[in-house]
T-cell receptor
Framework: EAQVTQNPRYLITVTGKKLTVTCSQNMNHEYMSWYRQDPGLGLRQIYYSMNVEVTDKGDVPEGYKVSRKEKRNFPLILESPSPNQTSLYFC???????????FGQGTRLTVV | AQSVSQHNHHVILSEAASLELGCNYSYGGTVNLFWYVQYPGQHLQLLLKYFSGDPLVKGIKGFEAEFIKSKFSFNLRKPSVQWSDTAEYFCAVNAPSGTYKYIFGTGTRLKVLA
């Protein structure tokens, strides 16, 4: 089954403790992206990648890192999480920019 | 800066009523336009998209949208809503075309009363 898989689905952590949210897609898509969803703000793009080793900043990259060492994986790294990064995070992938984005199920992160 | 505006934040309709959700974007170049739907507790799913050709686009579940370039708009319509259309709807713009940069609107929560 074609899918985008995020792990974990739920995470509660403390301020400053490094964490990684994994994202993996099995559709051989070149394009992948991370978003955060906050009430009243919609989805905001954090980082995106147009191919292996090619990443670029979205609108809200501060406090996040990404890497794209393999085509299928696009992990999101929070080196020193802060409470304002409490949010619902979605990973997405596409075969091309103008086509449908396939979204993962989301990761609800709480930083206390 | 690029932006996407969805003017209706909350909409409540009765079943069988017609729906129109507004979406305006600010970007002067070529864009690709999307409407996504998010049912409660679920991830986003594509309703329809426009990147070229006929400006009237038909999507799934009876939804359609019209791209009006002169107005920078991409409004979503459905002639008769159902209770199962209760969800949050997001307009999104891919710009500049050719990149994977996306701007989403803040969303419209639709509640359909049975």
């Amino acid at each position: 089954e074609a899918q985008v898989t995020q792990n974990p689905r739920y995470l509660i952590t403390v301020t400053g403790k490094k964490l990684t949210v994994t994202c993996s897609q099995n559709m051989n898509h070149e394009y992948m992206s991370w978003y955060r969803q906050d009430p009243g703000l919609g989805l905001r793009q954090i980082y995106y990648s147009m191919n292996v080793e090619v990443t670029d900043k979205g609108d809200v990259p501060e406090g996040y890192k990404v890497s794209r060492k393999e085509k299928r994986n696009f992990p999101l790294i929070l080196e020193s999480p802060s409470p304002n990064q409490t949010s619902l995070y979605f990973c997405a992938s596409s075969p091309a920019p103008y086509t449908e984005a396939f979204f993962g199920q989301g990761t609800r992160l709480t930083v206390v | 800066a690029q932006s996407v505006s969805q003017h209706n934040h909350h909409v409540i309709l009765s079943e069988a009523a017609s729906l129109e959700l507004g979406c305006n974007y600010s970007y002067g170049g070529t864009v690709n336009l999307f409407w996504y739907v998010q049912y409660p507790g679920q991830h986003l799913q594509l309703l329809l998209k426009y990147f070229s050709g006929d400006p009237l686009v038909k999507g799934i579940k009876g939804f359609e949208a019209e791209f009006i370039k002169s107005k920078f708009s991409f409004n979503l319509r459905k002639p008769s809503v159902q209770w199962s259309d209760t969800a949050e709807y997001f307009c999104a713009v891919n710009a500049p075309s050719g990149t994977y940069k996306y701007i989403f609107g803040t969303g419209t929560r639709l509640k359909v009363l049975a």
